[in-house]
């Protein structure tokens, strides 16, 4: 339980008007509310036990070695602030990050600002101040 009121955990996330994502030590994604689901345009089950580039399709979790193996992943600011917060519990708080959408043809960087929170053994990702920039390579 949450809240004195008696909700559940994810009812009360539902509550929240940000997209919230709930993740392991390991970036791996056990749920969202309902804004996140609408932030990646997914179903709960199709993101559920997968890591967060997976989840959010970042171009790189496609490449040898997938999310978190690639060379792009050593300075993704979602990965190092889950990280960060899980290991010490203290909270990052607006922390700019980008992800890279799409493929070789053509792409979408998405710009936004996240914070993290422990919440026992989890971390709640928000995200917030999204800015989609489209181009071609």
């Known amino acids: 339980m949450v809240t004195n009121l008696g909700e559940s955990f994810e009812a009360f996330?539902?509550?929240?008007?940000?997209?919230?994502f709930v993740?392991?030590?390991?970036?791996?994604?056990l749920g969202a509310n309902s804004q996140g689901m609408k932030f990646i345009s997914k179903d709960k089950k199709d993101i559920q036990n997968n890591l967060a580039g997976k989840a959010f399709q970042c171009k790189y979790s496609n490449y040898p070695g997938g999310?978190?193996?690639?060379?792009?992943?050593?300075?993704?600011?979602?990965r190092k602030a889950v990280t960060k917060t899980y290991q010490s519990?203290?909270?990052q708080i607006n922390m700019p990050a980008y992800m890279d959408l799409g493929d070789i043809l053509n792409h979408t960087t998405i710009r936004f600002l996240i914070s993290t929170y422990k919440k026992e053994k989890v971390v709640l990702l928000r995200?917030?101040?999204?800015e989609h920039t489209d181009s071609e390579e």
């Open 89 to 91: 519990g203290q909270p």
């Open 23 to 29: 993740v392991d030590q390991n970036v791996c994604v």
């Open 127 to 130: 995200i917030e101040a999204v």
């Open 67 to 78: 999310c978190g193996q690639t060379i792009h992943c050593k300075s993704c600011t979602i």
């Open 13 to 20: 996330l539902n509550t929240l008007e940000i997209p919230i």
